[in-house]
């Protein structure tokens, strides 16, 4: 049974710093992964999807690298500014018998200071 | 290019009472997918539809959950009796293929009191 686990559950760092958020998978057979942010009270928004051929995806100031072998992604989020607060999930699409399952980790709460 | 709507985005109703939610997806995904999501915690499948065809609904409650997607675009799922435990919030998604990227609407935040 795929799990995924993101740690740390809750981050609060000052405007400006380079930050990583990560994310494990117990199950390496994956279609893909997807890194969402969710602001409150609201949906998720799709930040990067990584296929499990690559290692790497980017966008604007967000970097995510995907370890399949060893089940990790980070998502790295360079120069970070107080618009970043949000909680931040990871989620899986699984193969084998969990086919088609996107299944997420718990999500990591950011909170950027000014 | 409009996004996936859901909509009540808020309904507040007394426990035993039945409630529905509805979803139009991205035009031309032809998966969908009910997520349920409690606080604090990442959204749980409910049940995934490629097309009209409902693929995957083993996290489904289908002793007081039940769901539809008529044509294979809109979607509703339906509640009855609603439980004081079922207060969460309800999102739909969809991609357009079943491993594709996801993309979801605003939820529906549901209070059962």
């Known amino acids: 049974k795929q799990e995924v686990t993101q740690i740390p559950a809750a981050l609060s760092v000052p405007e400006g710093e380079n930050l990583v958020l990560n994310c494990s998978f117990t199950?390496?057979?994956?279609?893909?992964l997807q890194w969402f942010r969710q602001d409150p009270g609201k949906g998720l928004t799709s930040l990067l999807l990584?296929?499990?051929?690559?290692r790497e995806q980017t966008s604007g100031r967000l970097n995510a690298s995907l370890d399949k072998s060893s089940g990790r992604s980070t998502l790295y989020i360079a120069a970070s500014q107080p618009g970043d607060s949000a909680t931040y999930l990871c989620a899986v699409l699984s193969r084998g018998e969990n086919t088609g399952k996107l299944i997420f980790g718990q999500g990591t709460t950011l909170q950027v200071k000014p | 290019e409009a996004g996936v709507v859901q909509s009540p985005r808020y309904k507040i109703i007394e426990k035993k009472q039945p409630v529905a939610f509805w979803c139009n997806p991205i035009?031309?995904?032809?998966?969908l997918y009910w997520y349920l999501q409690n606080l604090g915690q990442g959204p749980e499948l409910l049940i995934r539809y490629e097309n009209e065809e409902a693929v995957d609904d083993s996290q489904l409650p289908k002793d007081r959950f039940s769901a539809e997607r008529l044509k294979g675009v809109d979607s509703t799922l339906k509640i009855q009796p609603a439980e004081l435990g079922d207060s969460a919030v309800y999102l739909c998604?969809?991609?357009?293929?079943?491993?594709?990227?996801?993309?979801f609407g605003e939820g529906s935040r549901l209070t059962v009191l």
């Open positions: 035009s031309g995904h032809n998966t």
């Open positions: 990584i296929q499990s051929s690559q």
């Open positions: 998604a969809s991609s357009l293929v079943n491993t594709g990227e996801l993309f």
């Open positions: 199950d390496s057979a994956i279609y893909n």
